[in-house]
């Protein structure tokens, strides 16, 4: 294993290639299937379910919900 750092693209090509290689191409389409980037924008859209809420609202309101349910 080198020390030199190779262009991302190259990691990833190589990547591909072994999982083709020990997977199959169906199970390796599958498995990168997984981390697309998928489409909008996660931040706003966290925003807009968690609202305004504190930190200690959240912690507040998980605590509940394990509460309720031992």
Do not use: H, V
């Not at 489409?39 to 379910?49: A, I, V």
């Amino acid at each position: 294993m080198s020390g030199a750092i190779r262009p991302l693209s190259e990691i990833n090509q190589q990547a591909t290639a072994i999982l083709a290689r020990e997977m199959g191409i169906a199970d390796a389409l599958r498995f990168l299937s997984q981390f697309g980037s998928g489409s909008g924008d996660y931040t706003s859209e966290r925003d807009q379910w968690l609202g305004n809420l504190s930190l200690e609202q959240i912690t507040s309101e998980i605590k509940t919900k394990r509460d309720r349910r031992a």
